[in-house]
C-alpha cells in the first residue's frame, strides 16, 4: 500500500490565491522530505528539500518566498504556493524516505495544480 | 554540479524485443542510484543499487551499476505494451536528482 499520501490530488485555483499541499509519510518517520515539480513532457525537477524542525533547502531559481515548505513533523510537510500565477501550473510531487541514507525514495501520487 | 543523463531519450520497439537504457550520473558523496518507472502520476521504485557489478533483477526487468564508469543499465527483456512508460534513474548523493527519463513506447 501507498507509505506516502499527498493531498490533495487535483486542484484549480484563481490567480493570486495560495495553494497548501500536505505530504504524509504514513508508517514510518521521514526526517527530509523532496517537492519536486514536473511540467509536461518533462522530468522531475527537485525544488527543495524539506528538513524536520529546520528550515527548508531550497534548489537555484526556486523562490522560498513562493514556495513555502513547513516541515513541522516527522510525518508531515507542507508545501504552499502562494500568489500563485498560471505560470505556477505544474504536477508537484513530494517523496520521502525511511530513515537511512539507504533507502529507496517513495514518491506520493502528485498533486495536479493548474491556477486560472 | 550534480548532473545526470540518460539515453536513448526516447525509444519505440514492437512486443517482444529487449531495450537498454543507459543512465550516467555525476553527484557529490554518491551512495546509490535509484530506477523508477513513471506512467500517468507519481513515479513507481524499480531498484536501488549501490554495489558495482551487481546484477538486480526483478521479473523482465534488471540493472547494474558501473560506479568506475559512473553509469547504470535498465534492461527490459520480452518488452510488453504494459511496459510502456517512461523511465527514470536518480542517483542519490548530498541530493537526489531525476534524469530526464527515457520514454518507452511498446507497439503490439
Known amino acids: 500500500g501507498a507509505v506516502v499520501s499527498q493531498h490533495p490530488s487535483r486542484v484549480i485555483c484563481k490567480s493570486g490565491t495560495s495553494v497548501k499541499i500536505e505530504c504524509r509519510s504514513l508508517d514510518f518517520q521521514a526526517t527530509t522530505m523532496f517537492w519536486y515539480r514536473q511540467f509536461p513532457k518533462q522530468s522531475l525537477m527537485l525544488m527543495a528539500t524539506s528538513n524536520e524542525g529546520s528550515k527548508a533547502t531550497y534548489e537555484q531559481g526556486v523562490e522560498k518566498d513562493k514556495f513555502l515548505i513547513n516541515h513541522a513533523s516527522l510525518t508531515l510537510s507542507t508545501l504552499t504556493v502562494t500568489s500563485a500565477h498560471p505560470e505556477d501550473s505544474s504536477f508537484y510531487i513530494c517523496?520521502?524516505?525511511?530513515?537511512?541514507?539507504?533507502?529507496?525514495?517513495?514518491f506520493g501520487n502528485g498533486t495536479r495544480l493548474t491556477v486560472t | 554540479e550534480d548532473k545526470v543523463v540518460q539515453s536513448p531519450l526516447s525509444l519505440v520497439v514492437h512486443e517482444g524485443d529487449t531495450v537498454t537504457l543507459n543512465c550516467s550520473y555525476e553527484v557529490t558523496n554518491f551512495r546509490s542510484l535509484l530506477w523508477y518507472k513513471q506512467e500517468k502520476k507519481a513515479p513507481t521504485f524499480l531498484f536501488m543499487l549501490?554495489?558495482?557489478?551487481i546484477e538486480k533483477k526483478s521479473g523482465r526487468l534488471s540493472s547494474i551499476l558501473d560506479k568506475k564508469e559512473l553509469s547504470s543499465i535498465l534492461n527490459i527483456t520480452a518488452t510488453q505494451t504494459g511496459d510502456s512508460a517512461i523511465y527514470l534513474c536518480?542517483?542519490?548523493?548530498?541530493?537526489?536528482?531525476f534524469g530526464t527519463g527515457t520514454r518507452l513506447q511498446v507497439f503490439p
Open positions: 517523496s520521502a524516505s525511511r530513515a537511512g541514507v539507504n533507502s529507496p525514495l517513495h
Open positions: 549501490t554495489s558495482s557489478g
Open positions: 536518480a542517483p542519490v548523493g548530498d541530493k537526489l536528482i
